[in-house]
Every structure is written in structure tokens, then in C-alpha cells.
């Protein structure tokens, strides 16, 4: 984030959240980040850090599903494309909620109302003009906020694999790395503990520009396959990061551009190599769904669909899969019900108690 290096935290409004501020607590983080200049914006896999000057901590920042960072003036960027509701409103949506009456009538029934943005840095460069603000924002709060002092060795960072555009490993490392796992390889990718920062859409196309099948058995791949996977999985990322995550300017022969919708809501227009229409199918592998091309991504020696072994599809950071994304809904949609009942009967006795 060019906005941030350079500039110094002059004054950071923190909201309390037990839940993302993790190991710290809100007031904590605040301390710790004032009057601290931003030396560098890092990130690692899906992790995201500043370097401040000073002695102290560095904060760590994890968006999980649904975190996300906005500065002043400019729209958040969000997963796949902006809301149509999106706003440039400042401070962002719901700041302030925590302060209202309301939160007394949560409380007392053992809930927390989660407030959208956990804090906002105010930061100021050399000149008086030269200023930013920028808000961490996560209305679900799947995202985690940490303070660590060095954060490659520490946890997070340090539990995760190799990060395909910082850090990939030679062909051979890749290779033995890959066959002495038995699990589908679309599951291998998407363990953060061997390839960080690589999503579930990544490793699809990963796998569809590799012509590997999702379902595939890592130590059965041979050598071609092999050598495919570790061309594309560093190509792939190397080629979204180049347009700063842009799908609009992703390759129009990219997976991505055709999978979403499952065929149900639109037509799709990838075609195969002899300008047939591809016919791109979906399956359950390592707990996310997947989409492949079955003309070209053929399952040759690997076992039956079903998982044979455990295999982590996300690092302990993003626990929640596609799927287990709807059961959340679902269990959200309860609890706002209960609350509203709570509130029915009982708003006029809490607030006054």
C-alpha cells in the first residue's frame, strides 16, 4: 500500500473484538502503534504486515473470508469484485455502533455485536497535506489482528509454507514434497503448510492450466505432471499479482473467467484447444469445490473421489471452507432471530436496569 510507508501513526480508534484482535487487546494495539512510523507493507501468503520503526511490535494482519482493508477516499477491495452498495463513506459503515444502547441488550444475553471496521490508523507524512487514513474492516470477523516483533519467524508466517511468488522452492524440493503426500493434490495446494497464499479458485487454475485432475494422488503423479504443476502454480500467481489482482485483466483462456455460477445463471465461452466448448465440471475435494475441464483434466491412477485421509484445506488462520461458509449464514440467521426476540421482550427492562 503506497498510502502507508513513510507516514507516521499519529493516533489509531480502536473497537473491542475479542475474537480478531488476537493475543492483544484492542486498547493494546493502539498503545503499541502510536507515534511509529511505517517503514515498509509486506505480506506473506495471505498474510499482511507493516514494519514500523522503534522497538516495538509489528502488526500482523490476517483477512480470513472476509476482512479487508479501505483507505480514506477509496472503495475496499473485496473477494472476486466491490458490492454494488460499496461506499467511499468515512469513517466506514457502523464504527460508531458499539457505543449505542443496544450493545447493553447483546451483552446481558451473553452475545457480542460485532462492529464492521476494528480500527482505523491516522497517519501523517511531512507535510501537514500529506495525510492517510486507512480502516481494517471484517463485518464476520474471520480475520485475526496480532502484534508480533518479527513477523517471518514468529506464527503466523512461520507455520506456513512456501509462498509462490516470494519464496518458491527448486523443481526437486517441489517434487519430493508433492509424492510423499498420498491426499488429492488439489488438497496439497490448498494447505497453507505447504503453499502459502495459494486460494481455492488458484489452485483450480493451477490445475487446469497443468492439466492435472483435482482428484489426482500426489504420489502417483509422474514427472510431466509434476513438472506442469510447479511452472503453473508459480505462472498463475505470478500473473495475478502483476495486475494487482484485477480479474478484469486475468487471461481470457483462464478458468476463472468461466467457472463461476456453476452453468446455472450463464453460458460459459472457455473452449478447448480445437475451439469445442469445454466442459467444465465440479466435485468436493478437500473440503472445497472444485471446478476442472473434463477434456483435459483426466483422472489417470488416482483412487475414488472420497478422501482417503484428513487433509487441512485452509491454515488454523481460515478454518471456513465454501460450504462451511453457508452453515455460518445459517447459524447466524438463527442467532439474529433469537436476538430479535430477546429484544422484543426484554429492550425496555435491560436498557433501563
Not at 20 to 29: A, I, L, N, P
Request: hydrophobic letters at 35%.
Amino acid at each position: 500500500m503506497p498510502e502507508l510507508p513513510g507516514k507516521t501513526v499519529v493516533d489509531v480508534e480502536t473497537v473491542e473484538d475479542t475474537i480478531v484482535f488476537s493475543g492483544v487487546t484492542h486498547d493494546g494495539f493502539a498503545a503499541e502503534l502510536k507515534g511509529r512510523k511505517v517503514v515498509d507493507a509486506q505480506r506473506y501468503g495471505k498474510v499482511f504486515y507493516l514494519l514500523l520503526d522503534g522497538e516495538g511490535r509489528h502488526p500482523v494482519m490476517h483477512f480470513g473470508m472476509t476482512g479487508m482493508l479501505q483507505v480514506k477516499g477509496q472503495l475496499a477491495t473485496y473477494y472476486r469484485e466491490t458490492p454494488r452498495k460499496a461506499s467511499t463513506d468515512w469513517p466506514p459503515r457502523f464504527m460508531k455502533v458499539h457505543q449505542t444502547a443496544f450493545l447493553l441488550v447483546f451483552r446481558r444475553f451473553g452475545y457480542s455485536l460485532a462492529a464492521y471496521v476494528q480500527f482505523i490508523l491516522h497517519l501523517k507524512g511531512d507535510t501537514h497535506e500529506d495525510e492517510a487514513e486507512v480502516a481494517f474492516l471484517d463485518a464476520r470477523r474471520l480475520g485475526r489482528v496480532r502484534l508480533c516483533k518479527s513477523p517471518l519467524t514468529e506464527p503466523p508466517i512461520s507455520t506456513l509454507g512456501f509462498d509462490p511468488i516470494l519464496s518458491m522452492p527448486d523443481l526437486d524440493d517441489f517434487k519430493k514434497a508433492v509424492r510423499k503426500r498420498s491426499c488429492p493434490i488439489k488438497a496439497l495446494l490448498l494447505d497453507q503448510s505447504f503453499s502459502a497464499g495459494v486460494g481455492n479458485w488458484v489452485a483450480d487454475e493451477i490445475l487446469y492450466h497443468a492439466r492435472v485432475h483435482p482428484e489426482e494422488r500426489c504420489n502417483v503423479l509422474n514427472d510431466e505432471q509434476l513438472d506442469a504443476l510447479y511452472k503453473q502454480t508459480s505462472a498463475v500467481c505470478q500473473t495475478a499479482v502483476s495486475v494487482n489482482a484485477d480479474d478484469s485483466k486475468f487471461p481470457d483462456n483462464w478458468l476463472f473467467k468461466h467457472r463461476w455460477g456453476k452453468g446455472k445463471k450463464e453460458k460459459h465461452t472457455l473452449r478447448l484447444p480445437d475451439g469445442k466448448p469445454a466442459t467444465i465440471k465440479w466435485i468436493t475435494v478437500g473440503g472445497r469445490t472444485s471446478a476442472y475441464v473434463a477434456e483435459l483434466q483426466n483422472l489417470k491412477r488416482g483412487a475414488a473421489s472420497e478422501q482417503l485421509e484428513a487433509e487441512p484445506a485452509e491454515s488454523d488462520l481460515t478454518p471456513l471452507s465454501g460450504e462451511d461458509d453457508q452453515k455460518v449464514e445459517k447459524v447466524t440467521r438463527k442467532r439474529k432471530r433469537k436476538v430479535r426476540t430477546v429484544l422484543l421482550h426484554d429492550l425496555r427492562g435491560a436498557i433501563w436496569e
